[in-house]
Structure formats: C-alpha cells, structure tokens
C-alpha cells in the first residue's frame, strides 16, 4: 500500500501525512545522536582525530567537537565525506546497533 500524499491540505488536521509510518519521534534516539556516537567510535578506531576530521571537512576543531557531542547534527554532506573517507557506507554511520543481528 502506497503512503498518502506529504502535503497537508488543512493545517488544523492533526493526523500524521504518513499514518501507517512511524513518527519521527517513536524512533527513540535521533538519527543525529546516533551519527555523532557512530562517528566518535569510527575516529577513535581509526585512530582519526577531531582535527583530522575538521580538516577534512574544512571546519573547525570545535565546529566538529559540538557534532561529536551532538550538539549540532551533521550534514548530509558531511556524513558523505566522512563515509568516503573511513571506506564505509553512509547507512554504517546511521547504526545504533539495534538492528544487527536480524537482517
């Protein structure tokens, strides 16, 4: 069964455009949290740096620390670069680990 249309026709509907999809926040942990913790473990294993990684992405050491953090969410972009730079796919950095082991 294909989704409903996005668009909202009547803002004071207050259903869910996509009723049979999970919403954003039933998900549990944000996507952004889970990519900065991703990200931290993939640095420290390849030994790459806050530095590093700033240079790489032509940012700020602290610029990188608050996406480490998760006080900013990274950039689809960065994720890309990051992707390409540690040899692995983009979805590896959007793993909490909850799904491992049932696919």
Request: proline share 8%; aromatic share 4%; glycine share 8%.
């Amino acid at each position: 069964m294909l989704p409903r249309p996005l668009a909202h026709t009547n803002p004071e509907d207050p259903s869910w455009p996509l009723d049979d999809l999970p919403r954003p926040s039933e998900y549990g942990v944000q996507l952004s949290r889970v990519a900065a913790g991703a990200i931290r473990l993939e640095s420290a294993r390849r030994d790459i740096s806050q530095e590093d990684l700033a240079e790489l992405l032509g940012r700020s050491r602290s610029a990188i620390s608050q996406r480490f953090t998760g006080k900013v969410a990274w950039s689809l972009d960065d994720l890309g670069a990051i992707a390409a730079a540690f040899g692995c796919p983009v979805d590896d950095l959007l793993d909490d680990g909850s799904q491992r082991g049932r696919r």
